[in-house]
């Protein structure tokens, strides 16, 4: 039988290792907290310990020891002890949201002491963990096959395939789940607006929205977050008995992956503006100034109105939109630092298990495994039909929500940059005039290689 070490019983930790456990896994449990503990040991299948070094003292070599706590300090804190504890052969798996860069950092350092280190991205909350999660592994390929049998175990199935996959060594798996989590900012983000517009711009009830959203996600425009969405709009807070959406605050958290991502994406070079405005969608949400704001500048004139599939449209076009970016993103990475460039791999892992699970990925990963060097998802022929077909829509939206005063900083980014990409020729001829009037930087022609200069005196 094989025998894996875990740290961290909290929500998610429990949850997986319950799911080891139903796949006849032997799950020595840790967890400094008493009470984690002792929910853990109600589960009569998991063998919960008082102490780290009873834990690793119960596993046989060579020693697995998944990590299932928060990222940053806690992880690092484990893998100091860890370090201490641990031979050579042995295995640490990070199953956190760890930051990329510090996986890479503790691979390098662990292996000067012969432990191998796995950055493993697991999604799909904590249902997932319980019943199946999306699995995004990284490190040493003979890591991954060593691990591999439990990982498949627990995944996520779809079309009878695990969805788990390996995408390169040292923060391969990490990385990949940080681009899942961006697109999930920017989806998440754009059905938001799109249900503000319904309640703000259109004026519908509860019931009503519902039922659009209903709509939204029928055929193969289904997902797990539009099911989300219409599961929160029909429901009651069971204290007031007002919809649940109208007591909960108008501010939205965040834990890091976002911004880590746009961060990658400017050290790479790679745009994804329809992302980044979703991140700072939430950072504004918490911004004090909104409230002077509105009593200074007032409620905006409201003019114009939509066709029934008009907001419908906007939405799938926009969430397109953000898994095309994201997808561009894990593609930088990948050739920056050598990582699986597969993304057609990274399309079958989201199929099932996982926040960002929908119907779209089964052509996403067909796309991508019929032209794997396509230079964009959106230019691939289903889906490039699918963006012309919501492209009415899709501009009325935006165009009414701006007459309406309704933010929806991602339905019109994602429209921005379809924009941006298909014009042949934009405004950044004169961002490189201006830059050479004022700094000397020099610009390039259309006629002749080379840097050039103008007489500007």
Not at 190 to 210: R, T, Y
Not at 320 to 335: E, H, K, M, N
Request: charged fraction near 20%; proline fraction near 4%.
């Amino acid at each position: 039988m094989t025998t894996i070490g875990l740290i961290g019983a909290g929500v998610m930790g429990r949850a997986l290792a319950q799911n080891l456990a139903d796949r006849n896994l032997d799950v020595i449990v840790f967890d400094r907290d008493a009470a984690a503990r002792s929910r853990a040991a109600e589960d009569r299948r998991l063998t919960v310990v008082s102490g780290l070094g009873a834990m690793i003292g119960k596993l046989p070599a060579p020693r697995t020891v998944l990590l299932m706590v928060n990222a940053g300090a806690p992880v690092e804190s484990a893998t100091g002890e860890l370090r201490m504890l641990l031979a050579p052969g042995d295995m640490i798996v990070d199953g956190g949201n760890s930051f990329w860069r510090d996986t890479q950092r503790r691979t390098t350092d662990l292996a000067k002491t012969g432990v191998d280190f796995v950055g493993l991205g697991v999604s799909g909350g904590e249902e997932g963990a319980r019943r199946g999660p999306a699995l995004m592994c990284g490190g040493t390929e003979a890591g991954y096959a060593r691990i591999r049998p439990w990982l498949e175990a627990v995944a996520a199935r779809a079309d009878g395939k695990p969805c788990a996959d390996w995408f390169g060594p040292d923060a391969g798996g990490h990385f990949v789940k940080m681009a899942h989590n961006a697109i999930e900012y920017g989806v998440m983000q754009a059905i938001a607006e799109a249900v503000q517009i319904l309640q703000n711009g259109l004026g519908l009830s509860f019931p009503d929205m519902k039922r659009e959203a209903e709509g939204w996600g029928a055929g193969n425009r289904a997902s797990y977050l539009l099911e989300l969405t219409q599961d929160i709009l029909g429901r009651s807070d069971r204290e007031t008995g007002k919809p649940l959406i109208e007591v909960i605050s108008d501010r939205a958290g965040q834990k890091g992956t976002g911004g880590w991502a746009i961060d990658a994406a400017l050290s790479f070079g790679v745009a994804v503006p329809t992302l980044a405005e979703a991140v700072f969608a939430r950072t504004l949400s918490g911004s004090p100034e909104r409230k002077d704001v509105v009593e200074r500048l007032g409620a905006p004139a409201r003019k114009g109105g939509l066709e029934r599939t008009d907001l419908g449209d906007a939405l799938f076009a926009a969430t397109l939109v953000c898994y095309a970016q994201g997808f561009q993103l894990i593609r930088a990475g990948a050739a920056q630092h050598g990582w699986v460039g597969d993304l057609a791999r990274a399309a079958r892992v989201w199929r099932a298990g996982c926040i960002l699970r929908a119907h779209l990925l089964n052509d996403v990963a067909s796309a991508y495994e019929r032209t794997p060097a396509l230079a964009n998802m959106l230019v691939a022929p289903g889906i490039a039909s699918t963006i012309a077909a919501c492209e009415p829509g899709w501009r009325r939206t935006v165009a009414f929500a701006a007459s309406h005063g309704i933010a929806t900083p991602v339905l019109s980014s994602s429209l921005a940059y379809l924009d941006a990409l298909r014009t042949q020729r934009g405004a950044t001829a004169m961002i490189q005039a201006m830059r050479d009037g004022f700094g000397a930087h020099g610009f390039e022609r259309v006629d002749k290689p080379g840097m050039h200069h103008a007489d500007w005196s």
